[in-house]
C-alpha cells in the first residue's frame, strides 16, 4: 500500500517525474501549477534587451529543463529544484543579451520567491490552458528538427553535444535555438 502525498511537494515532484515518463497531462498540470512561480522569477528583473514576456519564455525553458532533469534522488522537492533551474536559466538569457555580464550585475527588483500557492479552481484552469496553449505551439510552430535541437538541449547537451548527436555544426545548432527563441517569443 501507498501512502498518499500528503505535501503539495510531494504531488509536484510526482507530477514531474510522471511528466519525464512522457506523460503530457502531467506536464500540463504542473505547468499551470509553476507558471506563477515563473512569472514571479521574471518580473524579478528587468532588461533593456529583454522584456518581461521573453523573460517569461526563458523562465518555461528553465521549467522544461527541470522536468528533464529532474531527479528525486537529488534531495531537493521538484518546486525547489525547478525555481533554481528558471532563476539560472533567465540570468543566463540576461547574461547572453548583455554580452556576458555577471550574473550578480543582475539585482532582482524584490526578494519575493514563491508566489501564493492559493489559488482559485478558475486560475488553476486558466493556467492549465496556458500551459496546453504552449505546448501546442511547441509542437505545431517548431520544425522536427528544432524539437530535436529543443529537447536536446533542455536535456543538458552542449551545442557541440548536440552537433554531434545531429550530424551537423554548433554553429547550426545555435541557429535552430535562436529560431526556437524567435517563434515561441511570436
Do not use: W
Amino acid at each position: 500500500m501507498t501512502k498518499p502525498a500528503d505535501k503539495s511537494g510531494d504531488a509536484t515532484s510526482a507530477l514531474a517525474l510522471s511528466a519525464q515518463r512522457g506523460d503530457r497531462e502531467a506536464l500540463s498540470h504542473l505547468a499551470a501549477e509553476m507558471i506563477p512561480l515563473v512569472r514571479s522569477q521574471a518580473a524579478k528583473y528587468k532588461s533593456f534587451l529583454l522584456d518581461r514576456d521573453d523573460l517569461f519564455q526563458e523562465g518555461m525553458l528553465g521549467l522544461l529543463s527541470a522536468v528533464r532533469t529532474y531527479s528525486k534522488n537529488g534531495g531537493a522537492s521538484f518546486r525547489t529544484y525547478a525555481a533554481v533551474c528558471i532563476h539560472n536559466h533567465i540570468v543566463s538569457a540576461l547574461r547572453k543579451s548583455t554580452g556576458g555580464a555577471q550574473a550578480a550585475e543582475f539585482v532582482p527588483l524584490d526578494d519575493r520567491f514563491l508566489p501564493d500557492a492559493a489559488q482559485s479552481p478558475e486560475e488553476q484552469q486558466m493556467l492549465r490552458d496556458e500551459c496546453e496553449k504552449l505546448l501546442q505551439s511547441v509542437s505545431t510552430r517548431l520544425s522536427p528538427a528544432e524539437r530535436t535541437v529543443l529537447r536536446l538541449f533542455l536535456n543538458g547537451f552542449s551545442y557541440k553535444e548536440i552537433a554531434e548527436k545531429i550530424g551537423t555544426t554548433p554553429k547550426s545548432v545555435d541557429n535552430a535555438l535562436q529560431r526556437v527563441r524567435h517563434k515561441l517569443r511570436a
